[in-house]
Nanobody, 114 residues
């Protein structure tokens, strides 16, 4: 059983930065591709970034060049460094395994507003 706890969200002004963390529990965490999702108000949850077990990453066009996903398999942690934040980045951010989904955590709220 793998489950997730997200943290690091908050209120920031446009152009600001945040670093999100995801603590994953599970003995086989290191084999999973991991991803960060977000759900904006009134919209469906979308995958914005993912990183394979070995490190290569992919991003949604809306965040490419601004967000960086990384992982530390020895600590069962996944991170999302967000820079140059825009109001449209506002939402609840979650982590999960895109190709082997588990139960969703509580997520962490990111609000970008002036």
């Amino acid at each position: 059983q793998v489950h997730f706890v997200e943290s690091g969200g908050g209120l920031v002004q446009p152009g600001g930065s945040l670093r999100l963390s995801c603590a994953a529990s599970g003995s086989i965490f290191s084999i999973y591709t991991m991803g960060w999702y977000r759900q904006a108000p009134g919209k469906q949850r979308e995958l914005v970034a993912q990183v394979t077990s070995g490190g290569p990453a992919n991003y949604a066009d809306s965040v490419k060049g601004r967000f960086t996903i990384s992982r530390d398999n020895s600590k069962n942690m996944v991170y999302l460094q967000m820079t140059s934040l825009k109001p449209e980045d506002t939402g609840v951010y979650y982590c999960n395994a895109p190709y082997s989904p588990r139960g969703w955590g509580q997520g962490t709220q990111v609000t970008v507003s002036s």
